[in-house]
């Protein structure tokens, strides 16, 4: 006989039958189950398989302390792996299967490996499997490992809502004692929300089956829910306070039913009320995992909520005195009920998957059902998360909540007050910040542990098979602190993090050592309490809005060419036009010239009486001596003498200057500046604004760019405009700021421009360009237009260890007077060695291919190679028709001339160190504008 | 998630501020001579208190730098300060 209908109350629909299966046969049940429910009161009783022998297991508890049920769930087209039976609803159609058993929980052929059980201890795997390798053994292992199956089919809209909400008062739990304080609360004008995890509130009061200060539960909660709402309180039903974060933030977790994501709420509150219960704990005695084994107030749960009796001929063990009253419930309902008292000897569970009895004392009592509740224990999850301490609380054997927390209580039987007249009275007083007497209990316990040396196997942990035994051997072997014993048993690493084992394990530690439970303390609680989806924690922040690229005024008009767009340094540029034709591109903007949006470079400017002085200490090489229409290339130091970043920064004003960091690096240079601003300096004589944003750039770079830029009529005089100069000009109306720095080797002419105006000045730069033989190009061309010149891109031809001497730019490092950031830095014992490596270039014959970007150089050392330096840049020339690289090699400036050996995927070739500049290297392209 | 006092947008979430540094360190004047022990000292050594400490913070949507009294034991925030010293 097992589990049924009693038709005598609940909080189910019998109006609305629901059809599923389960392993393949069909069942049904009513809305407002859950399929634990629906299949107990199927007379369903094995319903899942333990993770590492097999065993045949039903139902501990009701909600979210049970560890055996779990089913992999279809519905519809969405499949969830690893559902909890107790507390996932059931929905009309779902096929639930049992999770690590094959072909179906009650027969499941892996159920062998319980007869080898013995040979299996804690440690088994780490022990048996070290030799030779365990690699060898992992893969075999792994698939014997894990519960539910993943489906791959991605879950259309599987997206969760992201909520941020205040409140004065959070009360976590809707069971009498948080629909009370939130009453209360809310009725005082306090905001207040309350939140509960179950469908509906009422928490405990079903499964007591009594009245509640006179009213049947039922109309209790409804009038106490009324009350609430209508003093602008907030509910939130299927809802789980999931943890507790820093500066009383709560996470909770919205079910929005079932194949939908959950949503999350982080709610504020000034106060947190802890109402979260209190749970049955398991008792452990011999066989104590068989299949008809629940705890005490699961099956009332069941009964109370769910309208199901779990069984006819019910045992009924327990060593506190809740347990007459559950009796007398369940004989209302129909059952016949014995009620045996835990604490007069060992007992052992009587059958297979039928249970058949149960023998205490040596006597046996047969029964259908055995019920066991070793005592409560304070659900306080969230306590511990919020840094709470614990206090042991001998007369009930349990922890309850320590020392108040700023910002957090805990009320009714959260803190130990099981009592319902005294929780509620507890529980109005803690909503308005008053203090309860301490009122006589009524809750007796005789404490009741694992007996250590005991005979049989008893389960300490479900879900992970973990038994007394385990933990004997633990403590055999050493691993005495929780937390080793967690570790090494994985005692409370299942899925339901410990909820029902914990206590039983650390008592058996305590009883192992000879000390008290307090002694001993629990393993360290964390969020979330019960499993969430990841997809909670990140909402729509996922794909392109992960982190979304920044976009080009131009965008519109690079597409119109056919632009090839990709991501450099967080923006969204043209990596090439048209078809892939980097030779092509290069070719024509060293032949006439190319035009391209180098909008995303720095333009950070930086004003004020200080800020000469202020800019001449952030750059490396001298700015102070720079004059009004001037440009001056630099480097910007870390304060350990490393390059951070390069680029060239303009005179404006005697004191205004514009600084042109390179395009990944904006936002850093701008917080550097912005600290060294407030920090250290006056900062009401400098001021920074960046208005990369707000100036797009065109660049005409190319023998031909001095025509093109002509035709623009900008209204400047290009024959006095030497290169590393700045003049405004004006541009169908608008000021411009034309730059003549080169990024290529050639004459160059940035052009900044109003966004407005942007398209209008591409569109012109193209169309007086294009019969010059000019055209558009992308950054790809670029790389390699710089790379020919000797021009470096930083973080990718310079590293973590380069500092400007390493790169040929030696002389401020010597002369400079005035402070720079990074100055000492360069004055190191290792800035001074004389084995650094630096910058040279890599010569390969003609006819050979590019070395590979990455190749080690090295050389014989013993019997091994060495690297003494690396290729960061490498490509075949368009415009020299052979290959060229650069490279960082140790001592590179000694080594011109010299052959090398270049390692790469274990070939090798040889490479002769040139100077860095492999175009023009006095420069007459440059200075031919 | 923890809130922090923004002296200028007042109380926000972490994720809008970046730790700049232990308060109190004081840039050594490299025009004069520094010895190693010092610009190391400078560079690396952090105090990493437990407990109450002062820290100065980039609230990074106004970019306002200021000082933070924490403890870093218990996440209290203590109170905060502006970072710039002509403030009365």
């Given at each position: 006989?097992?589990?049924?209908?009693?038709?005598?109350?609940?909080?189910?629909?019998r109006?609305?039958p629901?059809?599923?299966?389960?392993d393949?046969?069909?069942y049904?049940?009513?809305?407002?189950?859950?399929?634990?429910?629906?299949?107990?009161a199927?007379?369903?009783?094995?319903?899942?398989?333990s993770?590492?022998?097999?065993?045949p297991r039903?139902?501990?508890?009701?909600?979210?302390?049970?560890?055996?049920?779990?089913?992999d769930?279809?519905?519809?087209?969405?499949?969830?792996p690893?559902c909890?039976?107790t507390?996932?609803p059931?929905?009309d159609g779902?096929?639930?299967?049992?999770?690590?058993?094959?072909?179906?929980?009650?027969f499941?052929?892996?159920?062998?490996?319980?007869r080898?059980?013995?040979?299996?201890?804690?440690g088994?795997?780490?022990?048996?499997f070290?030799?030779?390798?365990?690699?060898?053994f992992?893969p075999m292992?792994?698939k014997?490992?894990?519960l539910?199956?993943l489906?791959p089919?991605?879950i259309n809209?599987y997206q969760s809502?992201?909520?941020h909400i205040?409140?004065?008062?959070?009360?976590?739990?809707?069971?009498a004692?948080?629909?009370a304080a939130?009453?209360?609360?809310a009725?005082?004008?306090?905001?207040v929300?309350?939140?509960?995890?179950?469908?509906?509130?009422?928490?405990?009061?079903y499964?007591?089956?009594c009245?509640?200060?006179?009213?049947?539960?039922?109309?209790?909660?409804?009038?106490h829910?009324?009350?609430?709402?209508?003093?602008g309180?907030k509910?939130?039903?299927?809802?789980?306070a999931?943890?507790?974060?820093?500066?009383?933030?709560?996470a909770?977790?919205?079910?929005?039913?079932?194949?939908?994501?959950p949503d999350?709420?982080?709610?504020r509150?000034k106060?947190?009320l802890m109402?979260?219960?209190a749970?049955d704990r398991?008792?452990?005695?011999?066989?104590?995992?068989?299949?008809?084994v629940m705890?005490?107030?699961?099956?009332?749960?069941f009964l109370?909520?769910?309208d199901v009796?779990?069984g006819?001929?019910?045992?009924l063990l327990?060593?506190?005195?809740?347990?007459?009253?559950?009796?007398?419930?369940?004989?209302?309902a129909?059952?016949?009920?014995?009620l045996?008292?835990?604490?007069?000897?060992?007992?052992?569970?009587?059958?297979?998957?039928v249970?058949?009895g149960?023998?205490l004392?040596?006597?046996?009592?047969?029964?259908?059902?055995?019920?066991?509740?070793?005592g409560?224990?304070?659900?306080?999850?969230?306590?511990?998360h919020?840094?709470?301490?614990?206090?042991w609380?001998?007369e009930?054997?349990?922890?309850?909540p320590?020392?108040a927390?700023?910002?957090?209580?805990a009320?009714?039987?959260?803190?130990?007050?099981f009592?319902?007249?005294?929780a509620?009275?507890?529980a109005?007083?803690?909503a308005t910040?008053?203090?309860?007497?301490?009122?006589p209990?009524?809750y007796?316990?005789?404490?009741l542990?694992?007996?250590i040396?005991?005979?049989?196997r008893?389960?300490?942990?479900f879900?992970?098979?973990?038994?007394?035994?385990?933990v004997?051997l633990?403590?055999?072997?050493?691993y005495?602190?929780?937390?080793h014993?967690?570790?090494?048993?994985?005692?409370?690493?299942?899925?339901?993090?410990g909820?029902t084992?914990?206590?039983?394990?650390?008592?058996?530690?305590?009883?192992?050592?000879?000390?008290a439970?307090?002694?001993?303390?629990t393993?360290t609680?964390?969020?979330?309490?019960v499993?969430v989806?990841?997809e909670l924690?990140?909402?729509?922040?996922?794909g392109?809005v992960?982190?979304p690229l920044?976009?080009l005024?131009?965008e519109?008009?690079?597409?119109?060419?056919?632009?090839?767009?990709?991501?450099?340094?967080?923006?969204?540029?043209?990596?090439?036009?048209?078809?892939?034709d980097?030779?092509?591109?290069v070719?024509?903007?060293?032949?006439?010239?190319?035009?391209f949006?180098?909008?995303?470079?720095?333009?950070?400017?930086?004003?004020g009486?200080?800020?000469?002085?202020?800019?001449?200490f952030?750059?490396?090489?001298?700015?102070?001596?720079?004059?009004?229409?001037?440009?001056?290339y630099?480097?910007?130091?870390?304060e350990?003498?490393?390059v951070?970043?390069?680029?060239?920064?303009?005179r404006?004003?005697?004191?205004?200057?514009?600084?042109?960091?390179?395009?990944?690096?904006?936002?850093?240079?701008?917080a550097?500046?912005?600290?060294w601003r407030?920090?250290?300096?006056d900062?009401?004589?400098?001021?920074?604004?960046n208005t990369?944003?707000?100036?797009?750039?065109?660049?005409?770079?190319?023998?031909k760019?001095r025509a093109?830029?002509e035709?623009?009529k900008?209204?400047?005089?290009?024959?006095?405009?030497?290169?590393?100069?700045?003049r405004?000009g004006?541009f169908?109306?608008a000021?411009v700021?034309?730059?003549?720095v080169?990024?290529?080797g050639?004459?160059?002419?940035?052009i900044?421009?109003?966004v407005?105006?942007?398209?209008?000045?591409?569109?012109?730069?193209?169309?007086?360009?294009?019969p010059?033989?000019?055209?558009?190009?992308g950054?790809?061309?670029l790389?390699?237009?710089?790379?020919?010149?000797g021009?470096?891109?930083?973080?990718?031809?310079?590293d973590?260890?380069?500092?400007?001497?390493?790169?040929?730019?030696?002389?401020p490092?010597?002369?400079?007077?005035?402070a720079?950031v990074g100055?000492?830095?360069?004055?190191t014992?290792k800035?001074?060695?004389?084995d650094?490596r630096q910058?040279v270039g890599?010569?390969?014959?003609d006819?050979?291919?590019?070395?590979?970007?990455?190749?080690?150089?090295?050389?014989?050392?013993?019997?091994?190679?060495r690297s003494?330096?690396?290729?960061?840049?490498?490509?075949?020339?368009?415009?020299?028709?052979?290959?060229?690289?650069?490279?960082?090699?140790?001592?590179g400036?000694?080594?011109?001339?010299?052959?090398?050996?270049?390692?790469?995927?274990?070939q090798?070739?040889?490479?002769?160190?040139v100077?860095?500049?492999?175009l023009?290297p006095?420069?007459?392209?440059?200075?031919?504008? | 998630?923890?809130q922090?006092?923004?002296?200028?947008?007042?109380?926000?979430?972490?994720?809008e501020?970046?730790?700049?540094?232990?308060?109190?360190?004081?840039?050594?004047?490299?025009?004069?001579k520094?010895s190693?022990?010092?610009?190391?000292?400078?560079l690396?050594?952090?105090?990493?208190?437990?407990?109450e400490?002062?820290e100065?913070?980039?609230?990074?949507?106004?970019?306002?730098?200021?000082?933070?009294?924490?403890?870093?034991v218990?996440?209290?925030?203590?109170?905060?300060?502006?970072?710039?010293?002509d403030?009365?």
């Amino acid at each position: 006989m097992s589990g049924f209908r009693v038709n005598a109350g609940g909080l189910i629909d019998r109006n609305k039958p629901l059809n599923f299966t389960f392993d393949g046969r069909k069942y049904s049940g009513f809305q407002g189950d859950t399929l634990a429910s629906a299949l107990l009161a199927n007379r369903v009783r094995v319903m899942g398989r333990s993770f590492k022998y097999h065993r045949p297991r039903g139902v501990w508890g009701a909600w979210f302390d049970d560890p055996n049920a779990i089913f992999d769930v279809t519905l519809g087209d969405v499949t969830l792996p690893n559902c909890s039976a107790t507390t996932t609803p059931l929905v009309d159609g779902m096929h639930a299967r049992a999770v690590n058993a094959f072909p179906s929980a009650r027969f499941d052929i892996k159920g062998v490996l319980d007869r080898f059980s013995r040979f299996m201890p804690a440690g088994f795997y780490y022990k048996t499997f070290m030799w030779p390798n365990w690699h060898l053994f992992e893969p075999m292992i792994r698939k014997l490992a894990g519960l539910g199956h993943l489906d791959p089919a991605v879950i259309n809209d599987y997206q969760s809502g992201q909520h941020h909400i205040r409140c004065d008062l959070l009360v976590v739990g809707g069971g009498a004692t948080g629909l009370a304080a939130a009453r209360v609360a809310a009725e005082a004008g306090q905001s207040v929300i309350l939140v509960d995890d179950h469908p509906e509130f009422g928490g405990g009061l079903y499964r007591q089956g009594c009245d509640v200060e006179g009213q049947k539960p039922a109309s209790w909660v409804k009038e106490h829910c009324q009350a609430i709402t209508a003093a602008g309180g907030k509910l939130m039903t299927a809802t789980t306070a999931f943890g507790v974060y820093d500066h009383n933030m709560v996470a909770l977790a919205q079910d929005k039913g079932f194949g939908k994501a959950p949503d999350l709420w982080r709610v504020r509150a000034k106060r947190i009320l802890m109402a979260t219960g209190a749970m049955d704990r398991p008792i452990t005695f011999i066989n104590n995992d068989r299949p008809g084994v629940m705890s005490v107030d699961g099956a009332m749960e069941f009964l109370g909520r769910y309208d199901v009796l779990a069984g006819r001929n019910i045992a009924l063990l327990s060593n506190n005195s809740f347990a007459q009253s559950a009796a007398t419930v369940l004989q209302e309902a129909g059952a016949e009920v014995r009620l045996l008292d835990a604490t007069q000897g060992q007992a052992r569970a009587l059958g297979g998957k039928v249970l058949r009895g149960v023998e205490l004392n040596g006597k046996r009592i047969s029964c259908d059902t055995l019920l066991a509740s070793g005592g409560l224990t304070p659900v306080v999850h969230l306590w511990r998360h919020a840094g709470g301490k614990l206090d042991w609380n001998a007369e009930i054997a349990a922890f309850v909540p320590g020392k108040a927390l700023q910002g957090m209580v805990a009320a009714g039987a959260a803190n130990g007050t099981f009592d319902l007249g005294h929780a509620l009275a507890e529980a109005r007083a803690v909503a308005t910040g008053k203090t309860t007497a301490k009122q006589p209990r009524t809750y007796q316990i005789t404490p009741l542990w694992p007996e250590i040396g005991s005979k049989g196997r008893q389960w300490i942990d479900f879900q992970h098979d973990v038994t007394l035994k385990d933990v004997e051997l633990a403590a055999r072997e050493n691993y005495v602190s929780v937390e080793h014993l967690k570790r090494y048993t994985t005692l409370g690493m299942a899925s339901d993090q410990g909820k029902t084992s914990n206590m039983a394990g650390l008592a058996a530690m305590a009883a192992l050592q000879g000390r008290a439970i307090p002694e001993v303390g629990t393993t360290t609680f964390r969020p979330p309490f019960v499993p969430v989806a990841l997809e909670l924690y990140h909402g729509a922040r996922r794909g392109q809005v992960f982190n979304p690229l920044k976009r080009l005024v131009l965008e519109n008009q690079h597409r119109a060419a056919g632009a090839a767009l990709g991501e450099y340094g967080g923006w969204l540029r043209p990596g090439w036009y048209g078809m892939q034709d980097i030779t092509r591109e290069v070719l024509k903007a060293r032949g006439a010239a190319g035009i391209f949006d180098a909008s995303p470079l720095g333009k950070i400017e930086v004003m004020g009486p200080d800020a000469a002085k202020f800019v001449n200490f952030i750059y490396y090489n001298t700015i102070s001596t720079l004059k009004v229409g001037a440009i001056r290339y630099g480097f910007m130091l870390t304060e350990g003498g490393i390059v951070y970043d390069d680029g060239v920064i303009a005179r404006l004003a005697e004191n205004r200057f514009v600084i042109s960091c390179s395009s990944s690096h904006v936002d850093g240079v701008s917080a550097a500046l912005e600290s060294w601003r407030q920090d250290g300096n006056d900062p009401d004589r400098i001021f920074i604004h960046n208005t990369t944003q707000n100036w797009p750039t065109v660049t005409v770079a190319g023998p031909k760019a001095r025509a093109i830029v002509e035709q623009l009529k900008l209204g400047i005089d290009l024959a006095d405009f030497p290169p590393m100069t700045w003049r405004d000009g004006v541009f169908q109306e608008a000021g411009v700021r034309v730059s003549r720095v080169s990024f290529t080797g050639d004459v160059s002419y940035e052009i900044s421009i109003p966004v407005a105006l942007a398209p209008a000045l591409w569109d012109g730069a193209l169309a007086v360009g294009e019969p010059l033989g000019a055209g558009p190009i992308g950054l790809e061309a670029l790389s390699v237009l710089r790379a020919e010149k000797g021009y470096i891109i930083i973080g990718k031809d310079t590293d973590g260890e380069v500092m400007p001497h390493d790169l040929g730019f030696g002389i401020p490092r010597t002369r400079k007077k005035a402070a720079f950031v990074g100055d000492r830095g360069l004055h190191t014992d290792k800035a001074n060695s004389k084995d650094r490596r630096q910058l040279v270039g890599l010569r390969v014959p003609d006819s050979a291919d590019a070395i590979a970007t990455g190749a080690h150089l090295v050389e014989t050392s013993g019997a091994g190679f060495r690297s003494i330096g690396i290729v960061t840049s490498s490509y075949d020339s368009p415009t020299l028709g052979h290959p060229i690289a650069l490279a960082l090699v140790e001592r590179g400036a000694t080594r011109l001339g010299e052959e090398l050996t270049v390692w790469h995927m274990d070939q090798q070739s040889r490479a002769t160190v040139v100077a860095p500049v492999f175009l023009d290297p006095k420069g007459e392209r440059l200075d031919a504008g | 998630m923890q809130q922090f006092p923004c002296p200028f947008c007042g109380l926000r979430n972490e994720r809008e501020f970046h730790f700049a540094g232990e308060a109190g360190k004081t840039r050594p004047d490299t025009t004069g001579k520094v010895s190693n022990a010092d610009w190391a000292s400078y560079l690396y050594t952090l105090k990493n208190r437990k407990g109450e400490v002062r820290e100065v913070w980039m609230h990074r949507s106004c970019s306002e730098l200021f000082i933070l009294r924490r403890n870093s034991v218990t996440m209290a925030v203590l109170g905060h300060e502006q970072l710039r010293k002509d403030v009365p």
